[in-house]
């Protein structure tokens, strides 16, 4: 009966949470294809894209830093090539940045020289802030994995774009599942 009665209130207040939740609309980065990654072909497209921005609006991107993790005994990274839309206006390559900081990473990071305004007549709502091509190492077709880190994304004013924050019904559905496992818990002792 307590079972009952503790899952019943869970479900309420999960529901009673995400009937009145809003939402933003985070800034998102990710990687397309998504992992696991099936390599037909050699060189393999990786692309790093960007959603959730204004449509010709506030926020802008004007700086990322990225990091990609991939298996280095499968794939081998070729040169990125970066996206004209933070530098819309000049071609910036010194703004481009490419380390790997260790074997399996590549490091990829650019900083815009161009103004607020000019990144907002730029850019759209989403679009690829880097493509890079990786090689095969091995025998094709072959299935590998690649994943995204993100380090940092800032607006066209330097600010940084923050994380996007989890939403009422996370929240009440992680406590209600807490507390669903401590009675369980004590149930059982």
């Known amino acids: ?7 019943g209130a869970a479900l309420w207040i999960a529901s009673i949470c995400g009937a009145q939740r809003v939402y933003a609309g985070p800034v998102v980065v990710n990687l397309f294809p998504s992992s696991p990654l099936t390599v037909n072909t050699s060189p393999a497209m990786v692309n790093v894209n960007v959603s959730g921005l204004g449509v010709h609006a ?30 819309p206006i000049t071609p ?33 709502a989403a679009f690829t802030l880097v493509q890079v091509p990786f090689t095969a190492l091995v025998s094709l077709p072959t299935t590998t994995t ?3 880190q993100k380090n940092y994304l800032a607006d066209g004013n330097g600010n940084l774009i923050p994380p996007p924050v989890p939403e009422p019904a996370t929240w009440a559905l992680s406590f209600a599942g807490l507390a669903m496992m401590v009675a369980w818990r004590r149930r059982r002792c």
């Open 58 to 87: 506030d926020p802008t991107i004007g700086a990322f830093d990225v990091t990609l993790f991939y298996d280095p005994a499968v794939l081998s990274p070729g040169t990125p090539v970066f996206s004209t839309l933070l530098n």
């Open 1 to 7: 009966m307590r079972r009952r009665l503790l899952a």
């Open 146 to 148: 690649v994943s995204l």
């Open 92 to 124: 910036c390559p010194f703004c481009q940045v490419v380390t790997t900081p260790q074997p399996g990473a590549i490091e990829l990071a650019e900083v815009s020289l161009a103004t607020d305004a000019q990144l907002q007549a730029a850019q759209s």
